[in-house]
C-alpha cells in the first residue's frame, strides 16, 4: 500500500540516498534542477514522498509562482525502480492535481509536467487523467549584432491597453492550433506572470500607433538569468510574411546585458521559419498540460 506524507527537509538525506540507489539520476543523486524545485517546494508544503512498507518509493514536489490572478504550478517527481507501475506514479499524480486545486490563490490554475519521449508510463497517466500534450523542441540562439528589419514594420515595448488588441490577434493566430494552456488563457497567464519581462517584450506594427500584426512576451527564468526565453511569438496570418522572424531577430538584436542568449520552446515548424538566426536545437519534451478551477 502507498502511503504518502509531506516531505520535510529532515527527509531529504535518505530521500538523496533512495534516489542515488534507484532513481533515473543514478549517482547524481538529488541534482541540482531537483534540489532547485524541492526548495521552493519545501517552503511551501507542496512536497510528498510517497512510502511503500516503510521506505521511499517516490516523490512529488509543486512549484508554483502567482501573478495577478493566476496560478502556474510545475510539477516534478520521480518514482523509484523497484516501485514503478505499482500505483505508485498515480497516487502522487493525483496529490499533485489535488492539491495544486486545493492551494492555489487564484481561481485559474494550470498544473504542468514535462515528460521525455521514452517515458510511456507517465503519458499514459496523464492522458488518462484528462492532460493535453503539446511536443517542443528548444531551441537557443547567441546574441549577436544583426541588421534592423526592413521598411514596413516597426517595433515598440508594450503599452497599456495593448492587452485586448493582442488578444484578438492571438485568437485569429492560433485558431485551431494545439496549445499548451488552451483558449486565452494562454496569453493572459503570460502577461500575469511573476518572470514576465515587460521591458523585453515587443509589439510589431506596419505603421504608427496601428494595430498589432505580431508580439513577443519574454520571460527571465530565475535558473537562467543570462538567457532571455521567448514564451510567446504571435503574428499575424494575413499580414505580410516573416514577422515572426523579425521579432525574434529584434530581440536578438536589442537583448541587453547580462543575457547571453535567446531561447524558445516550439514546433519545429516554427523554428524553420527562423533559419539564419542561429537557433540550434538543445533538447525535445512533451509538456503536458491540465487546467484547474480553483477551491478559493
Known amino acids: 500500500m502507498t502511503e504518502l506524507r509531506q516531505l520535510t527537509p529532515d527527509q531529504l538525506p535518505e530521500l538523496n ?151 484578438e490577434l492571438y485568437r485569429r493566430a492560433t485558431a485551431g492550433a494545439v496549445r499548451t494552456r488552451g483558449g486565452d488563457e494562454a496569453l493572459v497567464s503570460t502577461l500575469r506572470h511573476p518572470c514576465l519581462r515587460r521591458d523585453s517584450c515587443l509589439l510589431a506594427t506596419l505603421h504608427e500607433d496601428g494595430p498589432p500584426v505580431g508580439f513577443a512576451l519574454t520571460l527571465e527564468w530565475p535558473d537562467a538569468p543570462h538567457d532571455l526565453w521567448i514564451d510567446t511569438l504571435c503574428a499575424d496570418p494575413d499580414a505580410r510574411p516573416g514577422i515572426a522572424r523579425d521579432l525574434a531577430a529584434e530581440l536578438i538584436r536589442r537583448a541587453p546585458a547580462p543575457y547571453r542568449t535567446v531561447s524558445l520552446g516550439a514546433a519545429e515548424a516554427l523554428l524553420d521559419t527562423l533559419a539564419g538566426l542561429d537557433f540550434h536545437p538543445t533538447r525535445r519534451w512533451t509538456r503536458h498540460a491540465l487546467l484547474l478551477t480553483a477551491a478559493c
Request: aromatic fraction near 6%.
Open 17 to 167: 540516498d533512495a534516489l542515488e540507489a534507484y532513481g533515473r539520476g543514478g549517482a547524481a543523486g538529488m541534482d541540482g534542477q531537483r534540489m532547485a524545485v524541492l526548495a521552493r517546494s519545501l517552503a511551501d508544503g507542496d512536497a510528498v514522498v510517497a512510502r511503500v512498507g516503510g521506505r521511499i518509493a517516490g516523490y512529488a514536489a509543486n512549484r508554483q509562482d502567482w501573478g495577478g490572478g493566476f496560478a502556474l504550478v510545475e510539477c516534478a517527481g520521480e518514482v523509484l525502480g523497484p516501485w514503478r507501475r505499482r500505483g505508485v506514479g498515480g497516487a502522487l499524480l493525483d496529490w499533485a492535481v489535488d492539491r495544486a486545486a486545493a492551494t492555489a490563490s487564484s481561481t485559474l490554475v494550470e498544473l504542468v509536467v514535462d515528460c521525455l519521449g521514452e517515458d510511456t508510463g507517465l503519458r499514459a497517466m496523464l492522458t488518462a487523467r484528462g492532460f493535453t500534450a503539446t511536443p517542443f523542441l528548444e531551441a537557443s540562439a547567441p546574441i549577436r549584432p544583426l541588421p534592423a528589419a526592413g521598411p514596413g514594420l516597426s517595433f515598440r515595448p508594450l503599452r497599456p491597453g495593448d492587452a485586448a488588441r493582442m488578444g
